[in-house]
């Protein structure tokens, strides 16, 4: 009994400590941001005709996300912040409690909150936690839905999730090509369902869906290191924006791929590293994916580490030690970035497609071994 209250009251304490520490630090600017979409929903103002007036930035997301935030702007700024940072500790513990019972692995509350610890060490969480963001809700959503595409619910979540931040559709794909057709329908029917609330409850929720959705320019410069995507690295090497034919002649085949490789190990019995590589291509895919999108750097290592222990580390080595960030940066000096800048300050989309290179090579030496034991049985 004394073993399960800790294994409870260790990860709660973590949690009600983040919640503290919101509170006090406070001033998470895409918080702010999310705040205000819930007060234009809530005051029936147009959304996207304004930007914040806390911190300047345009509210970015589908118009269901900002139906989402209105209990958000209806706290007090500190309360929301301490609510906020302690939901995205609970979720970056849960995202290691879900991979690690997926991999048949115990996890203790002290264990947990460790891992979780140390996983503030990787540039991508301590970014999602110090602006406030979302991405490790949107994470433990998809994991905790993905991988059990037999349950009757299965796919909702996906769905809800894509209606707040679009690329998840990229799993609506994987569930497609993997064969889980009653789950990618309900995905896709739940993904309807939040435009259509969007649509409905916010004022000018059309222009969201007709005014430059595909414009990553409207999300912050896409040169900018942090934007470690297909077209980032594109528009740093080109030395401006790259066209929208360019980047889908680019990321396209490559997001492909990737979905290719992931769909092979779903169907070879490992969701959880199909998840993962799914979620590399959403990466990839997207026009912008700020370095705080990389959250799923956690579930990848903890995937690594029960199959190669020194892929594991180096992967862990890349995003604590931050090489996004050691060429000049900001201000559009990675326009004059020299070709090993370039090798360095795409470190992150480099290190997503060596891990699909990697899964493609032990995927076709496990089909090499099954056909070698089945001519030696024979």
Request: charged share 15%; proline share 6%; with cysteine.
């Amino acid at each position: 009994m004394g073993r399960v209250r800790r294994g409870v009251l260790i990860p709660l304490g973590a949690v009600a400590l983040a919640a503290v520490v919101g509170a006090v630090v406070g001033g998470f600017a895409d918080l702010h941001v999310y705040r205000y979409g819930g007060d234009a929903v809530w005051h029936q103002e147009r959304l996207y005709d304004a930007d914040d007036p806390v911190t300047g930035y345009p509210f970015t997301y589908p118009p269901f996300a900002a139906v989402l935030m209105v209990p958000l702007a209806l706290l007090p700024g500190w309360l929301a912040a301490a609510v906020w940072t302690a939901g995205s500790v609970a979720a970056l513990l849960a995202v290691v409690a879900v991979v690690l019972r997926t991999r048949g692995a115990a996890a203790s509350g002290g264990l947990l909150v460790a891992l979780g610890v140390g996983s503030l060490a990787l540039e991508p969480v301590g970014q999602n936690l110090a602006f406030g963001q979302v991405n490790l809700l949107v994470t433990v959503l998809l994991l905790v839905d993905l991988p059990a595409p037999e349950r009757r619910w299965s796919g909702v979540l996906v769905g809800i999730v894509a209606g707040v931040k679009l690329t998840p559709l990229v799993f609506v794909v994987l569930l497609a090509l993997a064969g889980e057709r009653a789950a990618a329908a309900r995905a896709s029917v739940a993904f309807a369902g939040t435009v259509v609330v969007g649509l409905i409850a916010v004022p000018g929720a059309a222009s969201y869906w007709t005014d430059g959705l595909l414009d990553a320019r409207r999300v912050g410069p896409p040169a900018l290191a942090h934007n470690q995507s297909a077209y980032g690295a594109l528009t740093r090497l080109l030395g401006e924006p790259a066209p929208q034919w360019a980047w889908a002649l680019v990321a396209g085949p490559i997001a492909v791929a990737v979905l290719l490789v992931a769909t092979a190990w779903w169907r070879r019995g490992d969701r959880l590293l199909a998840v993962c590589l799914a979620a590399m291509a959403m990466l990839v895919a997207s026009p912008v994916s700020w370095s705080h999108h990389w959250v799923w750097a956690v579930p990848v290592a903890l995937v690594l580490w029960g199959r190669s222990r020194p892929a594991a580390l180096a992967w862990v080595a890349v995003f604590a030690a931050r090489p996004i960030l050691w060429p000049p940066w900001a201000e559009g000096r990675e326009y004059d970035w020299r070709w090993f800048e370039h090798l360095v300050g795409d470190a992150y989309l480099l290190a997503a497609l060596a891990l699909v290179a990697g899964s493609a090579l032990a995927l076709n030496r496990s089909r090499r071994d099954v056909v070698s034991l089945d001519r030696r049985c024979g």
